[in-house]
Each structure stands twice: as structure tokens, then as C-alpha cells.
């Protein structure tokens, strides 16, 4: 009898104790948002915070709070972020994706070293020591600090140099922030006119140390017709809002510290069929390159043509592609 009295008095007790934690439960509940939980259902779940925030769930909060874009992941990219704007009840409007550069081309053979290093195979440790090794004590150390925190087996040092492989590369962000000399940048995926160089000396000195260094002659700047280069601490920085991608400066520069394939500058061909002979693309054409007279089919010299392909955007009639 004993016992079954202690039964019934604990299962009271439950039925109080569980009304209770019910009545808790409603009254001070803190509602979340499904579509949080939706979101992180289709992020890839990586939490390596290249966007900006503590991990998948602090972005998809984020994104529902109205404090990041739906194409705030750089993993998951444009499928994800169109995944994301589907949640969200959106238009998903991608920006242009984003990359990580080393702006350094000092290799063994090109950049000279003040001494022998043998200490620790991390960059920051021996950055401590006068700079590193290597004389410019801007340029890449090639202890590969930046590869051994890259999830993504995007960065590889080829010849003393951290080489980053644009098809791979995230943009998490984690070789920026540790690489001591600060030779890691962001740049737009696909830009293929960079300035790899990061040397704030003299170009006497620069040259002394590197035969690929920027030495602020400037002649890239005086060729550019785009406005898209300017100098600041003595090294071209290219504005890439206004490149075009010319490849004009790549040419012009001395010590071909501008990187750019040539033999992939872009052509650009006029349909006759559709060209009424307006003359607006040979207006527009700052090099020279479209021949024609009014209402005359306009034909482009491909000798002259850069591919900046201002042209394109211009012609009303459409008539103009890139190749």
C-alpha cells in the first residue's frame, strides 16, 4: 500500500511539474523564425565565416534579420544564393564574386634574399626575424602559413611563391588574415589585369632587390585611358570598378609586374547585317580601332581593337560582339 501511495504521489507530482514546464514553455518561448532553420537546410554547412559572420547559422540569421545579402555565402555561390532568395521571397541579384590574390612575383630566381633561413617552416615566425628572409621586405616568405590554413586545397607555393587557384578558392578569408606581410588581397574572380606587387620602396631599391617589383614609373597610369590606375605609397593600384581589361598597361610595363595573358585579350567583330552606320562606335572607340563613315557598314581593325569593349555597350542596333 506504502508503495502505491509513493507511485501516485510522484505521478502528481509529473503531472505538476510537466503543466508547469508547459505553461514556461508557451510563456516564455523565443519564437525562430522557420526560415532560419530553412536556410541553413541548403547552406553547405562549411562554417568557415569568409562571409563575415560566426558560422551558417549566424548567416542565415543574418540574412533574415535584413543584415546580409542572400548571396552573403562565397561557398555555395550562385546556386546556393538562389536557393536563399527563394526562401526569402527575392530576386537573387549576384554580385561579382570575390577571390584571394597574392600580389607578389619576387620567386627564388627573380628576388634576392639578405639570408639562409632555418628556423620554423611558418611565415609568421620568420617574418619576426628582420622581415624574413628574402630583401624586399614586402614580398612573399613561401613558407606556405597561408597553404596549411586553406580547407579548400586552393593555394599551392610554386618557386618560393603562394599561388592561389581561382577555381578553388572561396574566399574564406583565412590566408588574409594570417599571412604576416599582408600580400594577400581580394579581387575579382576572372580579373585577369592585376598589379602583383606590394613593394611601398623606391623603385632604385625595389629593383635592387626584384626584378619583377613595381618601380612607380607610372607609364602604366600614362597608358591607361580608362582612368583605372593610380599610384599610392609609390605601387599602381588598378581600380577595378574602371578596368576594362585592355591589357594596354601590361604591354606598357617595364618590369612586367602587371599580370595579363595577352593572347587572351578579347576581339570585337561588327555584324553588317545589323550596323546602319550611326557612327557611334567609332565615336566611342578610344583607340582608333572601328573604320567607317556615316551610314556606311563600320569594320573593326582587329590589329587596333583591345577589347575594352565600350563599343558594345554603346551601339544601339546591338550590332557589335565580343569574341
Do not use: W
Not at 507530482?13 to 541548403?42: M, N, P, Q
Not at 580547407?151 to 574566399?171: N, R, W
Amino acid at each position: 500500500m506504502a508503495i502505491l501511495k509513493a507511485i501516485l504521489f510522484l505521478g502528481v507530482l509529473g503531472l505538476i511539474f510537466g503543466a508547469i514546464l508547459e505553461y514556461a514553455s508557451k510563456k516564455f518561448a523565443v519564437e525562430v523564425d522557420e526560415r532560419v532553420e530553412k536556410i541553413l537546410e541548403v547552406l553547405p554547412g562549411a562554417n568557415c565565416g569568409g562571409c563575415g559572420f560566426p558560422g551558417c547559422s549566424g548567416l542565415a540569421t543574418a540574412v533574415v534579420e535584413g543584415k546580409a545579402p542572400v548571396n552573403g555565402c562565397p561557398v555555395g555561390g550562385a546556386t546556393v544564393a538562389s536557393k536563399v532568395g527563394a526562401i526569402m521571397g527575392v530576386s537573387e541579384q549576384e554580385g561579382v564574386k570575390q577571390v584571394a590574390k597574392v600580389i607578389c612575383k619576387g620567386t627564388c630566381e627573380k628576388a634576392k634574399n639578405k639570408y639562409e633561413y632555418e628556423g620554423i617552416s611558418d611565415c609568421r615566425a620568420a617574418a619576426v626575424l628582420n622581415s624574413g628572409a628574402k630583401a624586399c621586405k614586402f614580398g612573399c616568405l613561401g613558407l606556405g602559413t597561408c597553404k596549411d590554413v586553406c580547407k579548400f586545397g586552393a593555394i599551392s607555393i610554386e618557386d618560393g611563391v603562394a599561388v592561389i587557384d581561382e577555381e578553388k578558392c572561396v574566399l574564406c578569408g583565412k590566408c588574409i588574415d594570417i599571412c604576416p606581410k599582408g600580400i594577400i588581397v581580394k579581387k575579382p574572380y576572372k580579373q585577369q589585369v592585376v598589379v602583383e606587387c606590394n613593394s611601398k620602396e623606391f623603385g632604385k631599391t625595389v629593383k635592387e632587390k626584384c626584378s619583377v617589383g613595381c618601380i612607380g614609373c607610372g607609364l602604366c597610369a600614362k597608358s591607361c585611358k580608362f582612368e583605372a590606375i593610380e599610384f599610392e605609397n609609390k605601387i599602381a593600384k588598378i581600380n577595378y570598378d574602371k578596368c576594362v581589361q585592355c591589357m594596354v598597361c601590361v604591354e606598357k610595363c617595364p618590369t612586367k609586374v602587371i599580370k595579363g595573358d595577352l593572347t587572351k585579350r578579347k576581339k570585337v567583330i561588327i555584324d553588317e547585317k545589323l550596323c546602319v552606320g550611326c557612327t557611334v562606335c567609332k565615336k566611342q572607340c578610344k583607340f582608333d580601332a572601328i573604320e567607317g563613315e556615316l551610314k556606311e557598314k563600320h569594320k573593326v581593325d582587329p590589329d587596333k581593337c583591345v577589347g575594352c569593349h565600350l563599343c558594345m555597350e554603346k551601339c544601339p542596333k546591338k550590332a557589335i560582339k565580343i569574341i
